[in-house]
C-alpha cells in the first residue's frame, strides 16, 4: 500500500499497489519463472531484478509472495494452539463431568444411608419445636429430646441478667 498526503495537515490517501498485466507478447520458447523462484526470500538476484525494475506494483506483489509462507507458519502455530487449547477444555469438561457424577453417587448414597437410617422418625420431635425460623432451641426444651443440654443457650445473657 502506498500512503501519501497532499501536505501538512491534508488527510492522507492510500493506494493498494498491484502488479498490472504485461501487454506485449511473450518471445517464442520464453519459459516464465516459477513462483516458487520468486517467493524465495533469501535469493540476491531476484532482489537485484526487482529493484532495477522500477515497478512498486511488482515490488508489493512479490513482498507479499514472500510473505506469505511466514503468515501460514503463523496461522500453523495458532491452529496447533488452539487444538492443544481444545484438547485441554475437552479433558477439563470430562474432569468436571466426573466430578458431578461423583457428588450426584455421594449424594444418592447419603440418601439411602439416611432413609435407612429412618432420619424422618429421629428428627420429628426435635422439629416440633415452636419457634422463629433460625432460632436454636434452649436447654429448657433441650433435655426431654436429648440427655445432655445444649451448647448455645438463647435464653441465657451473655454477660449476667436476665433473660
Known amino acids: 500500500m502506498l500512503l501519501g498526503a497532499m501536505g501538512p495537515?491534508?488527510?492522507v490517501y492510500g493506494w493498494n499497489l498491484n502488479a498490472l498485466p504485461f501487454h506485449a507478447a511473450e518471445p517464442q520458447g520464453f519459459i516464465?519463472?516459477?513462483?516458487?523462484?520468486?517467493?524465495?526470500?533469501?535469493?540476491?538476484?531476484?532482489?537485484?531484478?526487482?529493484?532495477?525494475?522500477g515497478d512498486l506494483g511488482i515490488s508489493a506483489e512479490i513482498h507479499q509472495l514472500r510473505l506469505l509462507p511466514l503468515w501460514y507458519l503463523d496461522m500453523a502455530r495458532q491452529s496447533a494452539y488452539l487444538g492443544r487449547e481444545r484438547g485441554c477444555i475437552d479433558q477439563e469438561q470430562q474432569y468436571l463431568h466426573l466430578a458431578k457424577r461423583q457428588l450426584e453417587?455421594?449424594?444418592?448414597?447419603?440418601?439411602?444411608r439416611l432413609t435407612a437410617a429412618r432420619v424422618s422418625l429421629c428428627i420429628a420431635p426435635h422439629l416440633d419445636h415452636d419457634r422463629e425460623q433460625g432460632e436454636v432451641p434452649s436447654t429448657l426444651s433441650y433435655p426431654?429430646?436429648?440427655?445432655r443440654g445444649a451448647r448455645y443457650d438463647t435464653n441465657c445473657p451473655l454477660r449476667g441478667g436476665t433473660p
Not at 535469493?43 to 525494475?53: E, F, G, M, Y
Not at 426431654?144 to 440427655?147: D, K, N, S
Request: charged letters at 25%.
Open 105 to 112: 453417587l455421594e449424594e444418592e448414597g447419603i440418601k439411602q
Open 144 to 147: 426431654h429430646i436429648t440427655t
Open 9 to 11: 495537515g491534508e488527510p
Open 32 to 53: 516464465p519463472y516459477t513462483f516458487d523462484m520468486l517467493a524465495h526470500p533469501l535469493d540476491p538476484c531476484i532482489d537485484r531484478a526487482v529493484a532495477t525494475l
